[in-house]
């Protein structure tokens, strides 16, 4: 057993746990890099990865449930009364300064494969802006229309944080006013090998992987975001991902039904298209609370269910858009309440001297909507996936760049279409910026569309 002073006690519990295999290229470490190994050892929670690995080899059979109820897009006269009212509190409730937007970027995108952070990934369809850039934009148009500033917090990892904050600077925060943009990080949790042991990633760190977004509520606590933004008057965050560039990142019809049920949580869903489509399902436990039951995890048999009209049973998807109120996130978090964590078996890279070699491993990862269950009240409000739901997971084929571009395009047709503006037969591509119109109604009506295959509206 090697021997340092003041760190015999993390020494100790690295060999009791088996993982003295990354003391593999002790003594061709510099002084320097021996304790920065060490120092990453001594933070390591070796009990927690022990309980963690134990989960792989269970099965985690969620408890009883049944569909959610969900408020439908309206039909009748009546609901669309209370549409039009949930609006217009939402709107005064913007209005008030009473809510931000909260944005999780601390993926690892592995499956996309970009080289960098993923809100930095080019995306419109004509004019190439990034991910980033076209929410900072929404933002920026959402401050014109309700004549309030709203505060924007950025969650980042490890990895990606540098490069964010150098993004944003470098990119002026997009003329978002840079006091009101929180960026921070949040925790990294070691991933474990097929055994469960530690993994190298150089010949003097531990491999580690971002908590999951359900990281999220924690980071803001700890960061003190929470805070800052409870100190401002926030009373709510608008949660959304970002890798979906279609999202409706203030949303007043949402934000007022949330006030008006005085929910803690709110949720978007759209109804799944097909009963493999990966996505969550909305579900009511057995407990009575709220929750959502992953793909993964939904038998066979309940993901084909039909209901008496032949719709599946389980039809509300979620495409994680929620709304958090400030004091609900302060409570769990104060209180110590961690969402747990959920394992997903994956290709990790590991440290070996003929280079980087890829192994199998368990990542950890929590997961933002385990908070819903913890609420009392929360509302779930259905919302159509052609005009909110766009998501960039993969290089190609199904969730790609490919098919959320051709999804922008179609929605920015659709609200031109909406407006009666002619649209000539040689145009191919449409993208609207955000700055011009945030929704179909911002669009000028006497707009007139050049002869070219490619049009920005901006
Ligand atoms: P995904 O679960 O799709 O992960 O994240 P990902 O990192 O984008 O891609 P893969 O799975 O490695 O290919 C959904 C959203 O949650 C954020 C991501 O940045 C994305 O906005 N997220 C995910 C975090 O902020 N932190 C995490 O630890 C995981």
Known sequence: MIYVEGYQNTIEKVYRTGNEHVFAFWDALTPDRQKHLLQELSHINFEELENLYALTKKQVIPMGFEPAPFTGLPQTPEERKDFDNARAIGIETIKNGKVAAFVVAGGQGSRLGFDGPKGMLPIGPVSNKTLFQIHAEKIKAYEKKFNVEIPWCIMTSEANHDATVEYFEKNKFFNLNKDNVFIFTQNMIPSLDENGKLILETPYSIFRNPDGHGGSLTALYQSGTLSKLMDMGIEILSYFQVDNPLVRIIDPVFIG??????AEVSSKALKKAYP???????????????????????????????????????????????????????????????????????????????????????????????????????????????????????????????????????????????????????????????????????????????????????
Not at 257 to 262: A, D, E, S
Not at 380 to 400: C, H
Request: with cysteine; hydrophobic share 35%.
């Open 257 to 262: 039904f949330h006030v008006k049920r005085n």
């Open 276 to 458: 493999e489509e990966k996505i969550g399902v909305f579900v009511k436990f057995s407990n009575g609370r709220i929750g959502v039951v992953e793909y993964s995890d939904l038998p066979p048999e309940k993901q084909n269910e039909k209901d008496e009209h032949g719709n599946l049973r389980y039809l509300a998807g979620s495409i994680a858009i929620h709304l958090f109120n400030t004091h609900f996130i302060e409570n769990i978090t104060k209180g110590n309440v961690t969402l747990p964590f959920h394992v997903a078996k994956k290709s990790i890279p590991k440290y070996s001297p003929e280079g980087k070699i890829h192994i199998t491993g368990y990542k950890f990862e929590k997961f933002v909507f385990d908070a819903l269950p913890l609420t009392e009240h929360n509302f779930i409000l259905e919302t159509k996936r052609e005009e909110e739901f766009a998501p960039v997971k993969n290089k190609t084929g199904v969730d790609s760049v490919e098919t959320a571009q051709e999804l922008m395009i179609n929605l920015y047709t659709q609200w031109l279409i909406q407006k009666n503006i002619p649209i000539p037969k040689v145009v191919e591509k449409i993208e609207i910026s955000p700055l011009c119109a945030v929704e179909p109604d911002d669009v000028p009506a006497t707009l007139l569309l050049p002869q070219q295959k490619e049009v920005y509206i901006s």
